[in-house]
């Protein structure tokens, strides 16, 4: 960690203000992600991670290459919203519609033709999604 003072001049260079500043030594690379802009990838089609070009915002200080690739998450979505899930569940759980509605065609005749485990399948899947645990199957995350 760094210490630096800053001091801020008018025009007619006379003292404004003065101010302490700490400064964290990182390379570029070790900045979060918060600090720098990353190509998105438009192709991703599944919750995984993809090599994108990084750039450092200018007004970060850092060593090294202020550009470079890193591995960022892909938040590919297929326009599932939690809130609507949730309800289908509670709702017509017990006809797997929340299960078909994922696209998880299986699990919801395994519903259906078990009237949603009797109740108890619905109950679990409803926590399930509300935990965020039951996601699509195509593997994309929810819209919040």
Request: glycine share 10%.
């Amino acid at each position: 960690m760094l210490n630096g003072t800053c001091l801020v001049y008018s025009t007619s260079n006379m003292k404004v203000r003065e101010f302490e500043k700490n400064y964290i030594c990182r390379y570029c690379y070790q900045v979060p992600l918060d600090n720098h802009t990353c190509t998105p990838n438009l192709q991703c089609k599944k919750h995984d991670y993809y090599s994108s070009n990084c750039t450092i915002d200018s007004n970060i200080l850092c060593l090294g290459s202020r550009t470079f690739r890193r591995n960022v998450e892909c938040n590919f979505t297929s326009g599932y919203r939690t809130r609507t899930v949730f309800i289908l569940s509670i709702l017509l759980g017990g006809f797997g519609v929340d299960r078909f509605y994922l696209g998880q065609i299986k699990e919801g005749f395994g519903k259906i033709f078990s009237f949603g485990g009797l109740g108890i399948w619905t109950l679990i899947d409803s926590l399930l999604i509300a935990c965020g645990y039951l996601t699509p199957e195509d593997g994309s995350v929810y819209i919040t």
